[in-house]
């Protein structure tokens, strides 16, 4: 079983829609979690890492955790062109080996 | 904050070459750094992840006699590639926590 799941997608929306990105988690210590943003070759970007439940928001993006549904997505508002990329989960998993685990990624096109 | 920088951003090298890329945190202490490859329209592959002053954990099928890693101090991880061999061409990326921001990558491209 993969430890972080994300619908591969691809997830098409048209222009200024919100885009809904989902992403679960099966390490139910973990306690900090990424989404980043790639495009076609170029490394990941950090959009936003929350560490508690609830929402958490920066600019037009939302990320909300829900630890008991280990449960965390991202929800992108006025979706541009220009957020057309792959959107990575990442979590930190428990115990003393640190580890990023990430989900294999979302595609999303937005639609102009 | 939490700058990584990776140096070099990409390198030709002939077949049978070692090649060094280096990951460095610019304005913070990186307790942890992980290295991952990735090709053409593939995920992020973990290789490894190296703590500060010891040896590097490798993730299953990853050599550690090919892909060195060393983590001397809190802002520098190195990843050398030895005896590099056309298959090994890829896009390595680090990361570093605290803060969980990647470097920019080194595309390596073995001929």
């Known amino acids: 079983q993969k430890e972080v799941e994300q619908n591969s997608g691809p997830l098409s929306v048209p222009e200024g829609a919100i885009a809904s990105l989902n992403c679960t988690y099966s390490?139910?210590?973990?306690?900090?979690f990424f989404w980043y943003r790639q495009y076609s070759g170029k490394s990941p970007e950090l959009i936003m890492s929350?560490?508690?439940?609830g929402d958490k928001e920066d600019g037009r993006f939302t990320a909300q955790l829900n630890k008991a549904s280990q449960y965390v997505s991202l929800l992108i508002r006025d979706s541009q062109p220009s957020d057309s990329a792959t959107y990575l989960c990442?979590?930190?998993?428990?115990?003393?080996?640190?580890?990023?685990?990430f989900g294999s990624g979302t595609q999303l096109t937005v639609l102009p | 904050g939490a700058v990584v920088s990776q140096h070099p951003s990409w390198v030709i090298c002939k077949s049978g070459t070692s090649v060094k890329i280096e990951c460095r945190s610019l304005?913070?202490?990186?307790?942890?750094m992980f290295w991952y490859r990735q090709f053409p329209k593939q995920s992020l592959m973990l290789m490894a992840t190296?703590?500060?002053?010891?040896?590097?954990?490798?993730e299953q099928g990853v050599e550690k006699d090919k892909f060195l890693i060393n983590h001397a101090s809190l802002t520098l991880s190195t990843l050398t590639v030895t005896s590099a061999h056309p298959e090994d061409s890829s896009f390595y990326i680090c990361?570093?926590?605290?803060?969980?921001?990647f470097g920019p990558g080194t595309r390596l491209t073995v001929t």
């Open positions: 190296s703590n500060e002053g010891s040896k590097a954990t490798y």
């Open positions: 990361s570093a926590l605290p803060g969980g921001c």
């Open positions: 304005d913070f202490q990186a307790t942890t």
């Open positions: 929350i560490y508690s439940n």
């Open positions: 990442a979590v930190i998993s428990s115990g003393s080996a640190r580890q990023l685990t």
């Open positions: 390490d139910r210590g973990s306690q900090s």
